[in-house]
Structure formats: C-alpha cells, structure tokens
C-alpha cells in the first residue's frame, strides 16, 4: 500500500503538488516511483523556464522506464532539486521529501483546484487504470 | 559454456598491454608526414591497447567461450528465429571476389556481384508475392522505416495531407511506434483481443480518414496468425490507408502463404532471422523491403535491374534516383549490408523451392510439438486454444504470485540448464510471459531437453524458489547490478580512473 | 532437407503427440485461399559444393588488379587474426547481449570497443555502434535536433519551425543522401555543402546562410582534403550551433581529434567504422561509429555497454541506459534502431588491439606517404594536374582535362580501379577522378595505373 499524504494534490499522471507561501512544489507519488523501480537519472528543467500545464517537463528515468513528468499547473520554474543529480535514490527513499523534482510560481493557483485530493487519487491508482504515461 | 570459462570483468585488454610492446608484424613501412601542417596534427597517440599478437588473439579467444551462441546452445528466443546459420553461406560470401570488391567499383567490374543481388530480389519477390524488392534496409528496423516512409511519400505525392495516424496493435514490437514517429506520424494503437487476434471492432473505430496505414506482424507476436487478415486489409484499405508487413515472423509461413496475397502493400523481411544469417552478437541483420505495384515507385535505393546487350547477355546496373524519381532514396552509403545479402542468396539457393516450403512446415510442427509437450507438463499458455505459428506464449504469473519467482527469474535458471532463455515480457500485453521460438533445425531430442529443463525449474520454484530467484549460479558471472551500471555510467577504460 | 534434422520417424511421432494427422493440420488456422500461392518460379535446391561452384564463379567475374578508389571505403591490410577471431561461432552466431550472464564475452569487446573509440576520438562516450556512415550521420543529425529543441523549448519556443543543419565543406555526397532521408519526415533541412574554390570550407558562405541548428565538418573532407576544423568549430560553438565532426578513424592516429578542435571540441562525432579491419566488401556490412559529450549521453540512441558489478561483488558487463530505446520506450524512443552492427565491431576492437596506436599511426603516415607517391607520379604525365593546393590525407582530387566517366570505364576494361569520376556528385569536377592509395600499395601498383591512364588519355 503507497502513501498519499493528504496534505498534496495530485494529477491523473502520478504528479503531486503542494502550494506553499505562493510556489508550488512538484515531485512524483510514491506510487508511481514504486511503479517505476530504482530511479537512476532525472531530467530536470530549467530555472526560468515558464510552462503550461500539462506539458512535459522533465524526465524520470530507472532501469526500465523512462517516464515524462507533467507540469500540474502553469507558471514559472523558481527552483530545481539539484540533489537529485547525484543521488536520484532520493526519489524511491523520499518521494514526498527529499525527492522533490522542481518548484514553480504558479500563474493562477486556482489550477490546483483541477488536480486530485489524496483519496481520490488514492481510487485512481487502485482501480488499475493509472497506466504509466 | 566451458568450465573453463574465464573470469572476466577484472582483465580488459588494457589491463595487459605494457608500453612499448607491439604486434610487431601488423606495423606498417613508416610514412613521410612532414609536409601536413603542424596544427592539424594530434599532439599525442591515442589510448590504445599495447599487446603483443598472442596477447590480443588469447584475450579475444577466451572472452568468445564466456558467450553462448546458436553453435554452442539451444537458443529459443520468440520472433528472432535463432536457427542454424550455414558455414557454407559464410563460405560463399567470404569469396576474394565479393570481399574485395570496392562499393563504387564501375558496373563493368561488378557483373557476379550484381546478378548476385538480382537473383535474390526475384527470390524475395516470389517468396513475399510483391511486385519489387530493394535490398539496401541494414536492419528491420531501417526496413520498416523504409516501409513507412514509402507510405508517406505516397500519401504526399497524392496530396492527400490529412492522413496523420499510424496504426500500430498493442501487442506490436516496439520499433513499429518509435519507426511511425521517425516517419512524422503518430502511432495509435489498436487493441488486440483476448484470443491473440486484432479486435476487428476496435479497428473499426480507430481507422478513418487520418489513417495513413497499419503495422501488422503475420503471424503475430502473439505466436498466433491472425486470421482474419483479409477484413482488415479491407477496412484500412476502404479507409484509404495502406498496410504494412513487419517480417519478423516470416519463417513460420515461408513457402506456404505470401503477404502479398493477404493485401500487404508494403513489407520488410528480417534475413538474419528467415534466411539464416549470423546475428553476430546484435548486428549486422538485412532488412529488404518489397512493394506492391502501388508503392514500387518509391522503392529506396540502389538496386539492381537486368538489360540484355545486343549479343543477348544479361547485363545488370543499378538503378538510381534518376531511374526512381520518386524513391524515397538512399539509407546507406553503398548497398547496405552486401555481405549479408550474399548470405542469404547461398541459403536460398540451397533451400530451393521445396525446403523453403519445409522450413515454414518445420518451424510451425516444432513449435506446435513443443506447446503441446509445455501444455503436458502443465504450463499456462497464453492462446490455449490457438495453433501455434512457428512460435507460442508461455505465462508464470501462477509462479509469480505464489511464489514470487517471476518469468525473468526461471529465464536466468534455464541458463544454467544450458538452454538460452526465450524471450521474456514480449509481448507486452501478456503478463510474466515467455514467447518461445524453437526453429526448424532443431532435432526433438533437443526439445525434449528443453521440455525437462523446464519440468525440473518448476519443481525447483516450489522446493527452492530461492535457488531460482538468484539463478543463474554456473557462469561467469551472476545477475549484474542494472542500478549501478545506471547511476555511476562506467561505459570505457580509463587509466587511473 | 537442408539443415532440417527431422527423420519420417520424428515427424510421425511429433504430429501424434500434438494429434495432428498432418502437418498441413497444422496451418489450419490460415485461410485456404492464402494457401494456394505459386512458389513455382523458385529454383530447386542445391548442395553446398554446387552452390559455392556457381558463387565462385560470379565472385572471380568481379575480381580486379589493384585499387585506387576510397571516397568512404578503403583497401587496408588485415591481420590475418581479425577474422579468425570475429568469425568464431561464440562471437558469430550470438544473439544480441540481452541475458547479460550468457553474454559476457560479446559485452565486454563492446566495452572495450568504446574505449578504444573514444581514445581515439578523444571524446567523452559512443555508443556500441549503428549501421554504417551515412546513417550515423542521420542519427547524429537526429540527436543534434533534439538536444538543440530540447533547448529551445526550455527557452519557449514551438517545435514546429523546420530545423536547418548547415553542411561546412565537402561532406561524403552520399552520407548526405543516407542522412536526408533518414531525417526528411521531422521537419529537418540539411543544406548543400559550402565548399570554397580551394576544396575546403566557404566559412563566408556558412555565415550568410540560414541559422543551424548544428553544422557539419568532414575531416579529411571527401574530397580529402584536410579541412579548417577549429575555424568551423569555434564559428559553430559562437552562433549557438553543435558541430557534428565526421572522420576517418585511420587519419585519427595522426589528426587531431574532434574532441580537441576548436576551444571546446566537436559536440557529435561520426564516421564509418570499414577501415578498422573490414573488408570492402562492397561496402557492407561495415559500421558506423557514433560519440559524444558526456551532457549528451541521453540523447544517444542504440546500445551502450557499462561496467557494473554482479551479485557477489564482481565486476562484469551489461547492457544500460535501455529506458531510452525503442522496446521500452516506444513512441518516445530516441530512434528505432535496435541493431548495433557488433559482429563488425568485434572484428575492429580485435583490429585495434592488434595495431595500437603505433600501428595505427604507421598505417596512417604510410597511406599519406603512397597517396603523395601516386599524385606525383599522376601528376607527371603532361595532361594530369592537381586540383587543389591544400594539404590531403590519403585522398586527392586529379583533373585529367577531358570527362573522367569514360576514362575509369576504359581503366575498368583494363581490370583497374581507378578512382571515383567525381562529375555524377559534383558536376564541376567532371573532369576529375579522387583517387586513394592505402598503405597496400606498391611502387609497381602506382607505375601500372600510371601506365594504364596513360594509353586510356593516349586514345
């Protein structure tokens, strides 16, 4: 059974999201990294860069996927998780911790609003849809 | 696998040289290079090994005996038809003639050579039932971009822009989507139903007026042939779409059914699997591409055509873009992988027209023998109720549930049985899967074998499931750190590093 | 039947096991109507003696005197240990390394292929090999588009607006159709080559042309010349563009290495892998080399070795980063390669390993010396010129005043090959003939040609 803090919102492609005094933190659910297997490469984006929602933005990699990760929101990337170039263990050890990816400044926080409250993403993940994108 | 085998890992070739020494009698006569200008010139030799002759030629040797091959093992592995490759046909294309003959020597110095490749593009045109053949792809996969870039150009000289969706099955080798992207289009995949045949509803519901073609592998990689091919040639065809011949399992059909007469416009053939030419360790293959009179004229190029001089004699030349305007054009340098093409023209030539018809028998009666011999022993199939083409589908997810030993798992203990594993989690949809291709130049005795190892692995599951799980334990090496050989890259020698 | 082992007695028991009374039972699931194909203009069968008979007699057609044509593919000696080794059934007739345990001995040459490959391109990592030359440069091409809009995108920009690559001097004319259609259907335009009136690079023409995303440079260039590397390099590296270095690997025992042109080295390096001991063969199979920057490796496509540990500790080989290739990752695969040409690229690391890097150079520095050998004997007869003044590798361009085509046919008629006619891949150099001479030439290989284009300008 994968946690899933109830605190973080979560899109459809295992993505999750935490707005904080105004920048919204992003890294992917403990679900999905179990999924995943060992994360050996991630592909951060670039500081500055702006993004829509639902674009790719970075690249989760282990030894037998890669995976495109989503931005769950629009906006700004104020913050990358340099740590994870050397130590991308951190994704499998800490998912919702030190496993951060990036940190965005949202253009309108009310995008969180589309995303999934933990229980619900807690049925998406059990009813065997939550295919790998 | 030799008891003998070596240890390897800690000794590279650059771990045994010392500075200074040669294989003295490889040195060239020096040359004068005082006239190039200084500083286009390297400042200091490259980091090559520095062994003498034997050194080299034991440290090649013994690395050899830690591979297992087609010579040395039984080599099942589902859709890449590891049958015997012929010493004769290497014979035949080792000729000084044919290997010292340079790519762009003039037609009048290339006569054997030329007519060499005609008589194979006739064969293959017989064989698939296709209007015209071009030997230049270098591999399946550059044949089936080679098809799907035909599809293209056509679409494109018609006009017709709209078509924008490749049509792929979920059970598909993954070179046909990453192959539909290479080629601008978008892959969407058609569901495949659950007795191994492409759900004929689902297609309906996909294919339309963006659909430039479909990819489909006949048999199936499903180890089933899809029988009803001639509906959905219709349906993508009435669609405006063309279709396409992933020739991976050709072996099972050879000289029994034709593509060309299931309504495939357009096909590449995998020689390294059909007509028995070495795989060499992941390459050189041979992926030929044949059309159907709608797509002839964008055929890649070169390839050969037969004039008659005014005394009668045949006379061959290529054909260029200036002969094929609208051919897609060229994928190699020269003539793709000549020396392969040579191959497989000895093995056709040996065959003739009866044992390419018993090759597809063989194929088909080994593989239905050793279904038949799995399902005895009592292993899940995946198809039940199929016939197997020249390959089937075996599942453990029974063993992985219960036991935690997975398909990968019972792959790596039958190495230390002496067999190659089959293929495993291909194809994608069946769970815990081997796809198993045993080839029709196997005797049943080594089926047999191949039946009891497997017998004797399942029993192992239940008593010592961890002896399994940490197979193999008789070679070189046990199972690799994948995560390692990831995170920290260590992908060459570097002196002090 | 051929290789088909099954005696009346197997094949009766085998179909009463599966209860089946025939084989032809067994193709019931196929529809009879795509039974009934006519096989009947196939041939019958033979044995390997005729079969070699009637081979052996088109292979003696083809055979010639000496050769005098590179232009990709070149005539070098071969130890005799290469083949002997590469051609061993452990090494022949293995599948590629997947099960990594039951395949040591294919992953480790591979390794020590790269090593070989990057000392000698002096760059960070390649990979275990693509198909030849010319499609290397298609996927060095590919690569060079993604890295460069992977960047852009970063930078907001839309993937739709067609990608130029600039092509800075005489690039092979045939790599370059391989890499255009490889590359055609993605929205990728490689320009003409920029060739200046002295054979080497129009580096004015390559800064009034259209902004590339990457610019390629042939070293030696095809028309062998040696060309202005670190000028090309350093314009690419200030305008924003990856260079993509295409080289022969014999002239990199004595050439600098892309890694060190310019300030910073070439980004992607390319070439054909023919001279490392295979045969010409009529151009295949051979291989193509492919190397990178470590912030690449990502974009690399094909297969890629890495040394890692086993179980118990011990060191031992795999195949890694596989998340990128088109079995796992399909549709966003970087390529759909999934060959490397390794029987070839055992057969090169044996190559190497035999010559090191004296061999190697001696090779090199030998082939220079016998190529400035032929063009000065060329070059005596009145009517024969150099074409261009600048310093060559093992290549030169000859003009011989009058169209080249129907001078190397009757050179032909005379068992001689005799240089590539540049005019069907360069029109103004109708009257030219690029001729080679590799270190297998000899003093009376170089007077017979002489002799033979004497008579054939003589008629």
Redesign the interface.
């Known amino acids: 059974m994968s946690e899933t803090p109830a605190e973080l919102r979560y899109a459809a492609t295992h993505e999750w999201a935490q707005l904080r005094d105004g920048v919204v933190t992003v890294g992917i659910s403990d679900f999905a990294q179990d999924a995943l297997g060992?994360v050996?490469?991630v592909?951060l984006?670039?500081l500055d860069?702006?993004v829509a929602a639902g674009a790719e933005i970075a690249v989760v990699?282990?030894?037998?996927?890669?995976s495109?990760i989503y931005a769950p929101v629009s906006g700004t990337v104020v913050a990358i998780n340099d740590g994870l170039e050397d130590a991308?263990?951190r994704v499998n050890q800490d998912p919702y911790g030190d496993g951060w990816f990036f940190k965005l400044e949202p253009l309108d926080s009310g995008e969180l609003d589309n995303l999934m409250a933990a229980d619900a993403y807690q049925d998406h993940c059990e009813t065997g849809e939550a295919r790998e994108s | 696998m030799s008891e003998r085998a070596p240890a390897v890992g800690t000794t590279t070739i650059f771990d045994i040289g010392a500075p200074g020494r040669r294989a003295h009698a490889q040195l060239a006569p020096d040359g004068d290079v005082s006239d190039l200008p200084a500083d286009c010139l390297r400042a200091s030799g490259p980091a090559l090994p520095a062994v003498s002759e034997l050194q080299a030629v034991r440290h090649y040797t013994n690395l050899s005996r830690c591979n297992f091959s087609i010579d040395n093992q039984f080599y099942p592995l589902g859709s890449c038809t590891m049958k015997y490759n012929p010493r004769g046909a290497h014979r035949a294309a080792s000729l000084p003639g044919f290997l010292e003959r340079h790519p762009l020597a003039p037609d009048a110095l290339s006569q054997g050579f030329l007519a060499c490749l005609y008589e194979l593009q006739e064969t293959l045109k017989v064989v698939t039932g296709m209007a015209a053949v071009s030997l230049t792809p270098m591999a399946g996969a550059q044949g089936e971009f080679a098809g799907v870039a035909m599809i293209r150009a056509y679409h494109d000289a018609r006009h017709d822009d709209e078509r924008s969706e490749i049509l792929v099955p979920t059970a598909a080798h993954g070179t046909n989507p990453a192959t539909a992207v290479m080629c601008g289009y978008q892959a969407r995949e058609v569901a495949v139903g659950a007795d191994g045949d492409v759900d004929i509803e689902a297609l309906k519901a996909v294919v339309g007026p963006h659909t430039a073609g479909i990819m489909l592998t006949n048999p199936s990689t499903c180890g089933v042939f899809e029988r009803r091919i001639v509906e959905i040639a219709a349906i993508v065809h009435d669609a405006g779409g063309l279709l396409y011949y992933d020739g991976a399992n050709l072996n099972a059909i050879l000289g029994k059914a034709r593509p060309g007469d299931m309504g495939f416009d357009v096909l590449h053939m995998n020689l390294h699997k059909t007509f028995a030419t070495p795989h060499g360790g992941g390459g050189p293959g041979s992926g030929p591409v044949a059309a159907g009179e709608r797509l002839l004229p964008f055929l890649p190029t070169p390839y050969v055509a037969r004039d008659t001089d005014g005394s009668g004699h045949d006379v061959y030349r290529w054909l260029t873009v200036d002969d094929r305007p609208q051919s897609i054009g060229r994928l190699s340098a020269f003539m793709g992988n000549a020396g392969i093409l040579l191959r497989a023209l000895a093995y056709a030539q040996m065959l003739g027209r009866e044992g390419m018809r018993r090759v597809g028998e063989y194929a088909t009666l080994n593989a239905n023998y050793l279904m038949e011999r799995l399902r005895e022993a009592g292993l899940e199939l995946a198809y039940p109720t199929r016939r197997a083409s020249h390959e089937f589908i075996v599942t453990f997810r029974e063993e992985a549930k219960t036991q935690g030993v997975t398909a990968m798992d019972i792959a790596k203990r039958l190495l230390d049985y002496g067999c190659h594993a089959p293929t495993t989690y291909f194809p994608l949809l069946v769970p815990e899967c081997f796809l198993i291709e045993p080839t029709e130049t196997e005797t049943p005795e080594e089926l047999d074998r191949f039946v009891e190892a497997l017998i004797r692995i399942r029993d192992e599951v239940e008593r010592e499931p961890e002896l399994v799980r940490t197979a193999p334990h008789t070679l070189p090496v046990t199972r690799l750190d994948d995560v390692k050989a990831a995170r920290e890259l260590d992908l060459s020698f570097r002196t002090g590093g | 039947m051929p290789f088909i082992p099954h005696t009346a007695e197997d094949t009766r028991t085998m179909l009463a096991r599966i209860g089946a009374a025939s084989i032809d039972e067994l193709f019931d699931e196929i529809d009879t109507d795509l039974m009934r194909a006519d096989f009947g203009p196939l041939a019958d069968g033979v044995g390997e003696m005729d079969m070699l008979a009637a081979m052996s007699g088109r292979a003696r057609r083809d055979q010639t005197g000496p050769c005098f044509t590179g232009a990709g593919c070149y005539d070098h000696h071969i130890p005799a240990a290469v083949w002997d080794i590469a051609s061993r059934g452990e090494f022949m007739t293995a599948y590629t390394p997947y099960q990594a345990e039951a395949s040591q001995g294919t992953l480790q040459v591979i390794y020590e292929y790269q090593s070989m490959m990057t000392a000698l391109t002096a760059m960070d990592v390649t990979n275990a090999s693509v198909y030849d030359g010319g499609s290397a440069l298609g996927e060095s091409v590919l690569m060079a588009v993604r890295a460069s809009r992977r960047r852009q995108r970063q930078g907001g920009a839309r993937d739709s607006a067609p990608v130029h690559i600039a092509v800075a001097g005489a690039c092979h004319p045939l790599y370059l159709d391989a890499a255009r259609t490889i590359t055609r259907n993605q929205g990728i335009e490689i320009g003409e080559p920029l060739i200046a009136a002295d054979g080497r690079t129009d580096l004015d023409a390559l800064a009034a042309g259209p902004a590339p995303a990457a610019v390629v440079v042939q070293q030696p260039n095809f028309l062998g010349l040696i060309e202005r590397v670190d000028e090309v390099t350093a314009w690419a590296a200030s305008h924003g563009a990856l260079l993509i270095g295409v080289v022969n690997p014999t002239a990199l025992a004595l050439l600098k290495p892309p890694g060190e042109w310019g300030d910073d080295g070439a980004d992607i390096v390319c070439g054909d892998g023919q001279p490392l001991g295979i045969p010409m063969a009529s151009g295949g199979p051979s291989f193509g080399f492919l190397c990178t920057r470590q912030r690449l490796v990502r974009q690399l496509p094909g297969r890629i070795v890495g040394r890692t540990v086993d179980s118990l500790g011990r060191p031992g080989f795999t195949l890694t980063l596989q998340a990128r290739e088109q079995h796992i990752r399909r549709a966003k695969a970087t390529s759909n390669i999934c060959t490397n040409q390794g029987l070839l690229v055992t057969a090169a690391t044996v190559y190497l390993a035999l010559m090191g890097a004296e061999g190697l150079r001696r090779t090199a520095a030998r082939c220079h010396a016998r190529t400035r050998d032929l063009v000065d004997a060329l070059t005596s007869m009145e009517s024969v010129t150099s074409r261009f003044s600048g310093p060559f590798f093992h290549e030169a361009v000859i003009d011989i005043g009058r169209p080249a085509g129907p001078v190397a046919e009757t050179l032909a008629a005379s068992g001689v090959v005799g240089g590539l006619p540049l005019g069907q891949l360069h029109p103004e150099l109708d009257h030219c003939l690029l001729v080679c001479a590799t270190e297998k030439r000899t003093d009376a290989d170089i007077a017979a040609f002489r002799q033979a284009l004497a008579e054939a300008l003589a008629r």
């Not at chain 1, 990699?61 to 890669?66: F, I, P, Y």
Request: aromatic fraction near 6%; avoid cysteine; glycine fraction near 0%.
């Open positions: 060992d050996v490469y592909e984006p670039e860069q702006e990699e282990s030894v037998k996927a890669a495109d991308p263990e």
